[in-house]
């Protein structure tokens, strides 16, 4: 096994930047997300982040750090009722996303051709199409691949103060998610296993990760002070994992059905078999120490999102030096899976929508987008027209209490009234005031609330019961409520 030192590793220079294909391609990505990102409704984790930050903006929550809350609350707030404004940070991070793949490619010594594949590979990827969506699944890849641009640039040159930047990233990552020391572990172990081992002695590197440990202070002083609720959060993930096969067979799938999956295979290859790429051998041993993470803590198929670009970058440097690889020859299985990736966002008239299916064979089909969001919606229209129907006397005393968290974020933004939820992050949002002493309960299971309540009655069959007669204080009830 060859261990790679910064003492075999000359500074080399990189190729010059594709100036027009990458930028082409990344407008072209940008320009369709954000034609489609103003289309049917907000989903519901959307409305989630959008009422947490607008109402209940805080240094942390449940089951996230504050950022995503803070940019849905304030982008919610200053653009009232515009999808465009509150999903324009995630079309700019897949951009950005596709540059850095390409940037990555440039600094495996790829040239313009080897850029610009890897820039299209990323661009056909689930890290595309799910950017239709504001969460901290659509925001962090971009910021694992700015992190790794950062590392393998540093092995190229050996400027330290690219470290600290890393830091930085790794710092507004943990903003968003508190997956990215798990990067951040693989590399420093895969690094004393291959190379370079001097990565670890670099105090930039400590320095940096210092800078990301007291900017999130903050967040962590807010898990401390509830219980490390996050945790229960890792319960909730693990309880949804779908088995070993799935994972892997959805987590490969997110990288682009299509060249996508095999790029991303390909490239894992090279990275260990490549000579020309024999510096960054420990980047695809860090990528499979993460995927072997996330399958043994059963984290959640998307996660592999963060981890594309090099893969692809990796492939397509080795792809742009094989003569068979020339675009006459390559063309139509990316012109598959361009249109494959084009069918799979919302560009589909919201009429038709209910109609079509939302995947063909493995194909997921963005007909998905609107059926989840136009049904969101109208739930929330349907909760906010319950509550309004009751009788003034009776609507001042009367709090609105949603089984789940999207049934409680959709009532509260198309209500504009507080809703009370003791699932997940709602829960720490806290209790209805004690004069509340009837409840619009919305929801399958009306049975966790009945026994506080001496009156039931049926508002809407299945879904919807009013009641009355509160019996106990709300500090009392509490506890009880919680979900997960």
């Known amino acids: 096994m060859t261990i790679v030192d910064e003492k075999t590793t000359p500074v080399r220079e990189v190729p010059a930047f594709a100036k027009v294909a990458v930028p082409l391609i990344a407008a072209v990505a940008g320009v369709l997300l954000l034609w489609t990102s103003g289309r049917y409704g907000l989903g519901f984790d959307e409305l989630y982040f959008l009422v947490a930050g607008r109402d209940h903006l805080d240094w942390g929550y449940f089951d996230q750090p504050p950022l995503v809350p803070l940019l849905a609350g304030g982008l919610g707030s200053l653009f009232p009722g515009s999808l465009i404004a509150v999903r324009l940070p995630v079309t700019l991070a897949a951009v950005g996303g596709i540059v850095l793949t390409a940037l990555i490619a440039r600094e495996f010594g790829g040239r313009r051709g080897a850029q610009a594949m890897a820039a299209a590979f990323y661009a056909m990827s689930s890290a595309i199409t799910i950017s239709h969506w504001l969460g901290t699944y659509t925001l962090d890849p971009v910021l ?31 903003e968003v998610k508190f997956l990215v020391p798990a990067l951040w572990a693989a590399l420093i172990l895969s690094a004393l296993i291959l190379g370079p081992r001097g990565l670890v002695r670099r105090p930039a590197l400590w320095a940096g990760a210092l800078i990301a440990a007291v900017v999130t202070i903050p967040a962590l002083a807010w898990q401390a002070a509830h219980g490390w609720a996050y945790l229960r959060m890792n319960d909730v993930v693990a ?41 960054y051998r420990f980047l695809g041993l860090a990528t499979l120490v993460v995927i072997a993470a996330f399958l043994v803590l059963h984290g959640r198929s998307y996660y592999l999102l963060c981890l594309l670009a090099v893969p692809f970058a990796a492939a397509s440097v080795e792809l742009a030096a094989f003569r068979w690889a020339r675009w ?27 109609k079509m299916p939302s995947s063909w064979g493995v194909v997921p089909l963005g007909s998905a987008f609107g059926k989840g969001e136009l049904e969101v ?85 299945g879904v919807m019961w009013l009641y009355t007669g509160k019996t106990k204080p709300w500090q009392e009830i509490w506890p009880a409520l919680r979900t997960q």
């Open 377 to 461: 919606r109208q739930l929330g229209e349907m909760i906010a027209g319950a509550y309004a129907a009751l009788p003034p006397e009776q609507r001042a005393h009367t709090a609105v209490y949603a089984e789940i968290y999207p049934f409680a974020a959709a009532a509260e933004y198309y209500g504009s009234f507080y809703v009370y939820s003791g699932h997940r992050g709602y829960w720490y949002f806290g209790p209805p005031p004690e004069s509340a002493d009837t409840v619009l309960f919305a929801g399958f299971d009306p049975g966790p609330l009945r026994p506080y309540f001496t009156g039931t009655t049926p508002l809407v069959d």
């Open 328 to 354: 006459k020859f390559v063309w139509p299985a990316f012109a598959l899976s361009a249109v494959i990736s084009l069918a799979a966002l919302p560009v589909y008239p919201a009429s038709i929508v209910d």
């Open 144 to 174: 694992w691949t700015l992190i790794l641009w950062l590392v393998v640039r540093w092995v190229r040159t050996r400027r330290d103060r690219l470290l600290i930047w890393a830091g930085v990233a790794t710092a507004v990552s943990l």
């Open 239 to 279: 309880a949804e994992f779908p088995g070993v096969w799935p994972f892997l067979r959805d987590s490969a799938l997110s990288a682009g059905v299509g060249v996508g999956v095999l790029a991303f295979l390909f490239g894992l290859w090279v990275l260990f078999r490549s000579p020309r790429l024999r510096a």
